[in-house]
């Protein structure tokens, strides 16, 4: 079972996350969001840690924790699976 804990931050653009993913050993990841973004992908209907959380799952999934980047901003998650942006609703409403 993994574990993933979200706690995000406001900036003046949008969100900083701090993100554990705990398994057998526990990753720490910075996330952040930007307004836009999170509007384009969510239109308000799930808080921004929802988001990130799903995107975490979505991520999992495909790669283990240990290949996921450290810091990154959500949208770079598209360019190394082109797919997200379709599936992340199917996340979000798990």
Known sequence: MTDIAVETSETPTGW???VSVAEETTG????NLNR?????I???DYTP???IEA????LLDRES????LSRFDLPVIKRYFPEYERK???YLER
């Open 49 to 51: 840690e929802k988001l």
């Open 88 to 90: 992340i609703v199917d």
């Open 42 to 44: 969510t239109a308000g």
């Open 55 to 58: 995107s975490f799952e979505f």
């Open 16 to 18: 900083e996350a701090t």
């Open 28 to 31: 720490q990841f910075t996330v």
């Open 36 to 40: 836009q973004y999170y509007e384009e």
């Open 65 to 68: 924790k240990e290949s996921i």
